[in-house]
């Protein structure tokens, strides 16, 4: 049974580093992102935030130590890392993972490695979402500010979450102290030779970049995890690249076939991808509608998940109800 963390009023929120720190010069992110949760959401920092050298905020042990350490501190009720990086797989080996208390964690990008690691190996719903120096400015849209709702949810609940009706196709320079994103295309979810689609599964995923590296590791047991968990309930993956190559994209997802990840699959959903090149010819659509041939179950794209905001708050376990239909979609996530 997935075990779901509840956040109570008035949590406290812990800010730590697994990934990559804050350069010096950008330290004044956390100074806004204060103002806005600050008095009635206290930010409890750990010393990794401030810190970034050679593709990470430290060490990773002195990265596990703190995250570990603001798991198990009662006083922290979630954790939300400053943004993504790049190593947060040497982590993985020194979480305490039979110590992890039901707390929610919510991150994207290489914090997604931290996240699906932790849901397989514990069966507690992790939250792959908006990072925290992108809750700073002082209006938010409607889809990002969804995420305290989600979080809020109680066990037995459930949540529905809308496409948002614009994205930000590259990052500008809003003004911080208004709205951090600044979109300028129209949402648009598609489907792989479908009009309409409605699935239903449980919800796992994260950026493809990092998490297709726990292929073949303990922190990657796909099949473990269905045993212990899901009775036989379908998968329904979330997935979104934010820099593979079109072939690169298509050789991981292969991989993951390979690995059985998309065994007793429902459906694929991936997020928007910045990603605008071909590889000799080869796109990205070329890549989803392979992998529709190779499958023969639905796949939506272009959904709002990962590098191109604002992005829907998917919960790691929960039970995920999926509609597409005439470029939009609805996810509603049951918390059972």
């Given at each position: 049974?997935?075990?779901?963390?509840?956040?109570?009023?008035?949590?406290?929120?812990?800010?730590?580093?697994?990934?990559?720190?804050?350069?010096?010069?950008?330290?004044?992110?956390?100074?806004?992102?204060?103002?806005?949760?600050?008095?009635?959401?206290?930010?409890?920092?750990?010393?990794?935030?401030?810190?970034?050298?050679?593709?990470?905020?430290?060490?990773?042990?002195?990265?596990?130590n703190e995250l570990n350490e603001f798991l198990q501190n009662?006083?922290?009720?979630?954790?939300?890392?400053?943004?993504?990086?790049?190593?947060?797989?040497?982590?993985?080996?020194?979480?305490?993972?039979?110590?992890?208390?039901?707390?929610?964690?919510?991150?994207?990008?290489?914090?997604?490695?931290?996240?699906?690691?932790?849901?397989?190996?514990?069966?507690?719903?992790?939250?792959?979402?908006?990072?925290?120096?992108d809750l700073r400015g002082k209006f938010s849209d409607t889809?990002?500010?969804?995420?305290?709702?989600?979080?809020?949810?109680?066990?037995?609940?459930?949540?529905?979450?809308?496409?948002?009706?614009?994205?930000?196709?590259?990052?500008?320079?809003?003004?911080?102290?208004?709205?951090?994103?600044?979109?300028?295309?129209?949402?648009?979810?598609?489907?792989?030779?479908?009009?309409?689609?409605?699935?239903?599964?449980?919800?796992?995923?994260?950026?493809?970049?990092?998490?297709?590296?726990?292929?073949?590791?303990?922190?990657?047991?796909?099949?473990?995890?269905?045993?212990?968990?899901?009775?036989?309930?379908?998968?329904?993956?979330?997935?979104?690249?934010?820099?593979?190559?079109?072939?690169?994209?298509?050789?991981?997802?292969?991989?993951?076939?390979?690995?059985?990840?998309?065994?007793?699959?429902?459906?694929?959903?991936?997020?928007?991808?910045?990603?605008?090149?071909?590889?000799?010819?080869?796109?990205?659509?070329?890549?989803?509608?392979?992998?529709?041939?190779?499958?023969?179950?639905?796949?939506?794209?272009?959904?709002?998940?990962?590098?191109?905001?604002?992005?829907?708050?998917?919960?790691?376990?929960?039970?995920?109800?999926?509609?597409?239909?005439?470029?939009?979609?609805?996810?509603?996530?049951?918390?059972?």
């Amino acid at each position: 049974m997935i075990k779901y963390p509840i956040l109570n009023d008035n949590f406290k929120i812990g800010v730590t580093a697994p990934s990559s720190g804050i350069d010096s010069n950008l330290h004044h992110l956390i100074d806004s992102v204060r103002k806005k949760f600050e008095p009635e959401n206290p930010l409890i920092i750990g010393d990794t935030t401030f810190s970034q050298h050679k593709a990470k905020s430290a060490d990773a042990k002195t990265r596990a130590n703190e995250l570990n350490e603001f798991l198990q501190n009662d006083s922290i009720d979630i954790i939300i890392p400053p943004w993504g990086g790049e190593l947060a797989i040497e982590v993985l080996d020194k979480i305490d993972y039979v110590n992890i208390p039901s707390k929610w964690i919510l991150g994207y990008s290489d914090i997604s490695t931290i996240l699906l690691a932790i849901t397989l190996k514990t069966g507690i719903a992790t939250a792959h979402g908006t990072n925290l120096v992108d809750l700073r400015g002082k209006f938010s849209d409607t889809t990002t500010v969804k995420w305290l709702t989600v979080l809020n949810t109680k066990p037995g609940d459930e949540v529905v979450q809308y496409s948002s009706k614009m994205f930000q196709s590259k990052w500008g320079h809003a003004n911080p102290s208004d709205y951090v994103y600044n979109f300028d295309k129209k949402t648009e979810w598609k489907a792989v030779n479908s009009q309409y689609i409605k699935i239903e599964g449980r919800l796992l995923g994260g950026c493809i970049d990092v998490i297709r590296h726990l292929v073949g590791t303990p922190y990657g047991d796909v099949t473990q995890f269905r045993d212990d968990y899901l009775e036989g309930e379908p998968v329904i993956w979330y997935l979104e690249n934010c820099e593979l190559s079109p072939a690169d994209f298509r050789r991981s997802l292969v991989q993951l076939k390979y690995a059985g990840w998309f065994d007793n699959c429902a459906g694929i959903l991936f997020g928007r991808t910045p990603v605008n090149f071909d590889s000799n010819g080869y796109t990205i659509e070329d890549v989803y509608q392979d992998l529709f041939n190779d499958l023969e179950i639905p796949i939506i794209y272009d959904i709002d998940c990962g590098h191109q905001p604002p992005q829907i708050t998917l919960i790691n376990g929960a039970y995920g109800i999926v509609e597409f239909e005439d470029g939009k979609g609805i996810i509603t996530q049951k918390f059972i």
